[in-house]
């Protein structure tokens, strides 16, 4: 069988790789980083690019960047105009990569670099979508762990979507669905469900998710949180489905209820105290009532944030770009 295209090009050193990595305040590690990503993309190819997305850093990353980008060209920085989040950086770059594939990784040492060479392997086999799957968890703590399993969980008994367990942002992108994603307007975001939702061939790559070279990560418990509603609201309406099930259920036991009452009191009068489990009964609905408007609010947030259209990013930097 005669060598495809990207094989060929893989094997002539000529795949055009765009690198797009997202930092926060990492002025500890991005100069070790940017160095060693350098060395293992010219091993690789001879044309690369890496994107670095700013997303608003207070220490001195920007003047690391900046150092390095003087040397090399090759070297590109995005300035957000402040933090607006990890996925929208991820969306920033990405909307600025011009290369035949797209790699997304952290700048933390946590994405081993050796797994490069076999994300593009993979992609001149024929596939797309090559994503890393995180093979331990056991630096997490056990909350965050069984958090995380739940939120697989429910995002497959919840969506249309196949979000593979455990897999994260670092992966490889053929152009095609990197043009896919820059079609995408809304303006709250989960980049896995998105990475899911477009499809195309796909293969995971296991790795062992390696420490922190320095710093402490910028994720707290309430980002995941907040990350997880947003995933489930962007991707599923069966929160919104369960509680009008769950509304007729209680209508229908009312009803029931209401007739056994009627019932009671024709046959033997009306000597039904039952102050107590009228409170209980109150204060059991008004519950209900508050847990599904929150639920529907989540969605209406939502809605709220995209008709007003605001734009997803503002850029305060762009060095190193043609245009």
Known sequence: MPPTKRQIALQNKHVYISCVVPVFNEEAVITTFLQSLQEKLREMTERYEIIVIDDGSRD??????????SVNPAIKLLGLSRNFGKEIALTAGIEHTSGDVTILMDADFQHPLDL???????????????????????????FKRNFARLFYWLMKKMTKIDVPKH???????????????????????FMKGLYAWVGYQKIS????????????????????????????TSFSDVPLRVWGWIGFSISLLALIYAIYIVTVTLLFGADLPGFPTLIV???????????????????????????????????????????
Request: proline share 3%.
């Open 60 to 69: 001195q990353t920007v003047e690391k960047i900046r150092t390095l980008s």
């Open 116 to 142: 490069l060479p076999i994300f593009l392997q993979r992609w001149a086999e024929g596939y797309d979508m090559v994503y890393g799957v995180r093979t331990n968890r056991e630096s997490e703590s056990y």
């Open 167 to 189: 897999a994260g942002d670092f992966r490889l992108l053929d152009k095609k669905i990197v043009e896919a994603l820059q079609q995408f307007p809304e303006r709250t975001r």
């Open 205 to 232: 790559v296991p790795f062992v998710v390696q420490d922190r070279a320095a710093g402490k990560s910028a994720w707290r418990f309430s980002t995941l949180t907040e990350l997880a509603i947003t995933g489930l």
């Open 281 to 323: 009964a109150i204060m059991f609905l008004g519950g209900i009532q508050l847990l599904s408007i929150g639920i529907l609010g989540e969605y209406i947030a939502r809605i709220f944030t995209e008709v007003k259209q605001r734009p997803r990013y503002l850029l305060q930097i762009k060095e190193g770009f043609n245009e």
